[in-house]
């Protein structure tokens, strides 16, 4: 496979993990640098996966302390696997959050209603309460939740694919250079 050809498949990794369809790349751990410096990661699902813009987006809740850590520093690493496959893919990029809020509203509209039940929680996630069950919605939220539901948009600065299949190793690197992506290989 030629470096052009892996990157396109791992775009495509990509959109089906941004695609209705549950695969190992639905899931991504996100790395931010936290507000004292040390790292913090969560988990994310990833909702669209753009390549010709270079963008991933997730949905995250306006109150949530990831957000003011990117007010911080924009700089986040992504990293999702496929253990089946032993495919790894680490990313860099910069996060925001959409200003466009047609945009929001879109995928707010477009959204499975489960999904978006968490956004009429009371508590901004990592308040303190004193029961589980007060960190759950009500049964007659006072909000749909939308006034907390934001996109997080990233923009991909760097992919790095990771292949450790049997008897075929193979690592890659792509980085952005004045907008086109520019790979290498590299040793595993
Ligand atoms: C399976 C799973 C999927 C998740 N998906 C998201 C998501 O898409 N967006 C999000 O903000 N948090 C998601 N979370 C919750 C985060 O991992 C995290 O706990 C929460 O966003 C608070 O993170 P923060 O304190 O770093 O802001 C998910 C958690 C799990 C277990």
Redesign the pocket.
Known sequence: MTLPELHASLWDHLRLGASPTRSPFT?WQLA?CGLDGAP?L????L?EADQAAGTLV????RR????A?LAADSRVAMLGLDLDRHLQLRLNGRAQPVPDSARVQRMWSGARPHTLILYQTPHA??TVIARPQDGQVQSQPDTDGFENFTLVEVVLEAIDYLDLSPGRHRRARFRRDAGAWQGQWIAP
């Open positions: 899931i931010t913090q969560r988990s994310i699902v909702r997730f949905h995250t809740d949530s302390p990831k957000l850590e996630p990592g």
